[in-house]
């Protein structure tokens, strides 16, 4: 796991695993995680690796209900996971989901947990939205992410110029359709992010990154060009520069037929 300071109130993990970010934010007595990373011993060392930074954990927060982004609680059993209302509205439509999910990924890759991933009572948080943190001095902005699946949350953070999109503007990863996702939900949500970017200095993608402000908005005008060839083209839309690899080609498949059935 690879841990940045960003800022001194402001904290990014990123994960051995497809390099799924985890953003730790602070504000006074306050802080709260965003996302989470994959492996067990990343998760066991990121308390400690907040708490030598002096970063106190008021809660979790998830961009989207996909599992690989749920784990906090593996980190802190007693905190609460709040997310966008999209997301919860998913979590209680598909119990269990994330659990099997992240079982099928343990099996496969001969990975052990301690114990069962628990998300206790999930706290729906209204989209559009702002959450209050150190003592209201501070609020961090939720806006609509959807697209990559049917649910999300970009949280802005409008005192430090970050932006922490969920699986949006990947440096990694070309853009996904997961299930319940779409391509017109997907270039919707680029435009609306197209604003957020501007108003940042840095961008947390879900994978990879932290990067700043105008290699995001490169990577979103591929990104369009990508979804409106796929739109058109299918399967003989080009895949962004320096985003071709096999996982990648996996995954347009995906998309192929995912804007074909
Ligand atoms: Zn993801």
Redesign the pocket.
């Known amino acids: 796991m690879q841990v940045t300071a960003l800022d001194a109130d402001l904290i990014v993990c990123i994960s051995a695993f497809?390099q799924?970010t985890c953003t730790a934010v602070r504000a006074g007595e306050e802080g709260f995680v965003i996302d989470s990373p994959v492996l067990p011993h990343e998760l066991d060392a990121l308390p400690h690796v907040l708490g030598q930074a002096g970063f106190p954990v008021s809660g979790l927060l998830a961009t989207?209900g996909?599992w690989?982004?749920l784990l906090g609680r593996f980190a802190f059993p007693d905190a609460s996971l709040g997310c966008g209302e999209s997301t919860a509205v998913r979590l209680r439509a598909e119990p269990g989901e994330a659990q099997r999910e992240l079982r099928d990924f343990d099996d496969e890759h001969y990975v052990k947990r301690p114990v069962p991933l628990s998300l206790g009572a999930v706290q729906s948080l209204p989209v559009p939205g702002r959450l209050a943190l150190g003592d209201g001095q501070r609020e961090l902005e939720l806006h609509p992410a959807v697209g990559?699946t049917p649910d999300g949350a970009a949280y802005l953070i409008p005192w430090l110029g970050v932006l922490v999109c969920?699986?949006y503007l990947s440096p990694v990863e070309i853009p996904w359709l997961s299930p319940g996702g779409s391509v017109e939900a997907y270039l919707l949500t680029l435009e609306r992010l197209r604003a957020l970017v501007e108003r940042v200095d840095t961008v947390v993608p879900?994978?990879g990154g932290p990067i700043p402000r105008d290699e995001a908005l490169r990577i979103l005008e591929e990104d369009v060009s990508y979804l409106r060839a796929l739109a058109h083209r299918g399967a003989e839309a080009p895949l962004p520069d320096g985003r071709r690899s096999r996982s990648q080609r996996q995954i347009h498949d995906q998309n192929v037929a995912a804007v074909t059935s």
């Open positions: 497809w799924t989207h996909d690989d982004h990559h969920g699986d879900g994978h």
